[in-house]
């Protein structure tokens, strides 16, 4: 009788075993495989094709590949997917599956389109060629079609600008990079045009008048066919006037303005000559308008005779024979 109770007691403790997982809601994990996953430039992660069933499981992260490389597709059975994740954690094991049989694994992409060349193409040239010379535009002057790319954080490098430059009508070489992977190399075609304010006659104005006191404003224009504007307009320079006259409407340019001479043409001023211990000093009378240290024709009203003097002052000049 007691060998037959050590029976039925090793029966009992084998039962509750058996049960012990379901009454305490325990069973085996399971792992159900997606059919298809979609993945970016770092690889591969076993989250991206299986979740376990239970809830209170958490996927670890763990890289079994790289990346198919983009517009490929790469195919994992499970049998794969447990060998790699082995590999990376071999305390984990991946032997209840439900789901697909194998996964298709391919890279996120999305559409680039116009809008998205011409924005990252103007914000490259703009910090690496334009910079503070005003604000870029581009139009691209080809149809563009628009094609897959990685759906990342992605960077365009330009190439083969003129040796001038951007110019109105360019035609330069663009690569698209995601990281340190080149998506692709295009030829665009493209008008560009670099805005800024430049200085307008308001009014027409005469030859002489001082720029500060010119009725001028700043008006937005393109730089790229306006090269030659005068691009260091100060309301409060003194220095500066008009060099010739201008109709209403035309732009101030750098061969419109000079600086305003000390001496001006036809005044009378004191010319000295110093050779030595010996000094003369004698009036003439200027021949040209002059600027400090520039060098200006004279003529003695005396004697008629031509001269050539150094501008000191707006009042003296040194003569040199």
């Not at 050590?6 to 009454?23: D, E, G, R, Y």
């Not at 670890?60 to 590949?65: C, S």
């Amino acid at each position: 009788m007691k060998k037959l109770s050590n029976i039925f007691s090793i029966i009992a403790v084998t039962a509750c075993l058996a049960v012990a997982p379901v009454l305490r809601g325990e069973e085996p994990v399971t792992w159900q495989l997606a059919p298809q996953a979609q993945v970016d430039s770092t690889g591969i992660f076993l989250v991206q094709l299986a979740s376990p069933s239970s809830t209170t499981v958490v996927p670890p992260q763990i890289r079994l590949a790289p990346a198919p490389h983009l517009g490929q597709t790469v195919s994992l059975s499970r049998e794969q997917i447990a060998e790699l994740a082995h590999k990376q954690s071999p305390s984990l094991v991946l032997t209840n599956w439900s789901g697909a049989e194998q996964v298709h694994i391919s890279r996120r992409t999305r559409q680039f389109g116009e809008f998205d060349l011409t924005s990252m193409m103007t914000a490259t040239m703009q910090q690496e060629y334009v910079k503070d010379r005003g604000e870029l535009e581009i139009r691209l002057t080809r149809p563009w079609v628009p094609v897959d790319v990685p759906d990342e954080a992605l960077s365009v490098k330009v190439f083969d600008l003129p040796n001038g430059g951007i110019n109105p009508d360019c035609a330069v070489h663009c690569e698209l990079w995601n990281g340190q992977e080149r998506v692709g190399r295009w030829e665009v075609v493209f008008h560009a045009s670099i805005w800024k304010d430049v200085p307008i006659a308001h009014s027409g104005l005469i030859r002489g008048e001082l720029l500060k006191d010119a009725d001028i404003s700043l008006e937005r224009r393109d730089v790229l066919v306006l090269r030659d504007a005068f691009m260091n307009f100060a309301h409060a320079d003194n220095n500066l006037q008009l060099a010739e006259n201008l109709t209403a409407g035309s732009p101030v340019l750098n061969r419109s303005v000079r600086m305003r001479p000390i001496i001006q043409r036809g005044q009378v001023v004191e010319g000295i000559f110093v050779e030595g211990a010996l000094t003369i000093s004698l009036k003439v009378e200027t021949l040209e308008d002059g600027l400090l240290g520039q060098t200006i024709r004279i003529r003695n009203p005396k004697t008629k005779r031509e001269l050539h003097g150094k501008v000191q002052n707006d009042q003296t000049v040194f003569i040199a024979l």
